[in-house]
């Protein structure tokens, strides 16, 4: 459940931003008529799934930069009701990635408009859309072509149905959280190695920089050791 999702409209869209700072903060008086919220069902028991120990954020300081974030979104809230899913599009930009790779650079070829074409079609009717274009050519729809593409939208209508069910879900989020205490141990371990800007943080603080020492002088006053 989300507080915001597409298909809203845009006086949902700002009413369901306005409760997310105060939500996380603590104070659910916005969050009567949310169904996401669970405060109002059980006050004295609620607890946050996603925050450290149940507990809501305190900080002040991040409290107004969120609000803040959340200001700026309201003011775009027209132009968030339309928002479709990411998951759907995304999977649909690797659709046409494999049909039309950007390395072959097909956007100069008459072939790209076929390519898209062919890219929605497995979209929308699965992998016999090849088949149902024969038909309508008037060609046979090809009885290997039909059997390979009934064996592949079969497998992926278990891949579907695999990733809906309880046990995936769970099974993503612990692997989740093991990439993320895996990361913040090579965090402490061997400091940030990776980050947007990173090069112009590190200028701006001078004592993050630590100099590499010079080769030692060796000039013939120190102590000798020998190991037998
Ligand atoms: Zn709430």
Redesign the pocket.
Known sequence: MYAIKGGDNKDDIKIGLQ?IV??IFGS?E??KD?DW?S?HQNPEKFMYKSLPNGKPLKSEGLKVELNNLVTKMIGRSNSLNDLGSTQSNESFNQLVSVKAPKSRHYGGSCSLQNRLSAAVLQKNEGYGYLSKINEAAKLSPGEFTMAISAVRDKKMEKRKEKKNSKEYKVDRIQKKRNRNTNERKHLVREGKTYGSQMEFDQQQDPELTTEIPLPFNIDGTECKVFLI
């Open positions: 409760r105060p939500h659910h916005n969050c949310a919220c405060y």
